[in-house]
């Protein structure tokens, strides 16, 4: 039962992770988290764990390199929380599926922008030696 529920969640999460890779959001993060779930499951699949994580960390390391990275994304993370008020309190006629549905997921989206950036910047500069 527990490789079972490993196994299926680890597959969504990289399904979800795959088509954020094109899409807007944290994609490479969500494939290693799946990859890690599905090792579990099916211990083949751990030969791929360690590539994608250090990919991960890279892409990780990127969004935090310089202050203009940060403040994208952080506007990012605003608009997102924006736009999902926007479509759940429905402002705006003429917006395709409006609702607190859409509105949630969008909020949603937004809050795992900012933890994923909060939790990059500690990660880099924790490591970092202080001068």
Known sequence: MKRLALGVSGGLLLVVGVALLVLPGPGLLLVLAGLILLSRAV??????????RVRAMLAAEGSVASRWR??????????????????GVAVLDWLPATGWTTGASLIFSGVIVFALLVWSYRRVHRSRPRS
């Open 43 to 52: 211990p083949a699949v751990a030969r791929y764990v360690e590539p994608v």
């Open 70 to 87: 940060i403040a994208g994304s952080a506007v990012v993370g605003l608009a997102l929380v924006a736009a999902g008020v926007v479509w």
